[in-house]
Every structure is written in structure tokens, then in C-alpha cells.
């Protein structure tokens, strides 16, 4: 199983962005999807996360401004960035959890790689 992100970039605050994570391989379903973000010097904060049917729960600092979803028939995640400060400068990485490879057993969690994300005048 891969997950692969993009999306990333520079935008000025107040701007928006879209990033999208494709997890590939031999896939039933996934349980979980959701995004975290490590800014320089901190830890890994969970963003926002999505369950297969579409229960969300965001970090208390997005919420209004994040809006997460997916598509299972894809098994992509996207997470819509909108009105953004300077302090959601970080990578941003992907994170799938209880991926199903059969009816029976699954994947634990898998990590995609990160995409920066810089928002400054």
C-alpha cells in the first residue's frame, strides 16, 4: 500500500489550497483517513480525519476553515485549506488506518509522504 500527497505550495494568508492523498495497492476499504501537519521545531498535530462514512473531526484552530472528505471508490483523501494563516506553515502528510486488504485483515496504518505548505506575504 502507497499513499502519495500533493496539493502543496505558497500562498499568500487568506488564500486556499486543496490537497489530495491516493492510496494505491490491493485495497478493500479503509477505515480511517485523515491529515497531519509537523511544523519546523514541533510535533505532529493530527489536522483533521475522516471515517468511511464520513464522521470528521478537525483540530480546534481549522475548524471553519479546513473541510476534509474522500472518496472511497478512489480511496483519496482531500483536505480543502481555505483563509490560511501564516501559522499553517508545515508539512502536511496523509494518514489511512485499518486499510483492508481482504475481508479479514488489514493494514494497521500507512503514511504518505509530506507536502509543504507555506503561507506567507
Known amino acids: 500500500v502507497q499513499l502519495q500527497a500533493s496539493g502543496g505550495g505558497l500562498v499568500q494568508p487568506g488564500g486556499s489550497l486543496r490537497l489530495s492523498c491516493a492510496a494505491s495497492g490491493s485495497i478493500v476499504s479503509i477505515s480511517s483517513m485523515g491529515w497531519y501537519r509537523q511544523a519546523p521545531g514541533e510535533q505532529r498535530e493530527r489536522v483533521a480525519a475522516?471515517?468511511?462514512?464520513?464522521?470528521?473531526n478537525y483540530l480546534d484552530s481549522v475548524k471553519g476553515r479546513f473541510t476534509i472528505s474522500r472518496d472511497n471508490a478512489k480511496n483519496t483523501v482531500y483536505l480543502q485549506m481555505n483563509s490560511l494563516k501564516p501559522e499553517d506553515t508545515a508539512v502536511y502528510y496523509c494518514?489511512?488506518?485499518?486499510?483492508?486488504?481482504?475481508?479479514?485483515?488489514?493494514?494497521?496504518?500507512?503514511w504518505g509522504q509530506g507536502t509543504q505548505v507555506t503561507v506567507s506575504s
Open positions: 475522516i471515517t468511511s462514512g464520513d464522521k470528521t
Open positions: 494518514k489511512a488506518e485499518k486499510i483492508y486488504y481482504s475481508s479479514r485483515y488489514y493494514l494497521i496504518y500507512a
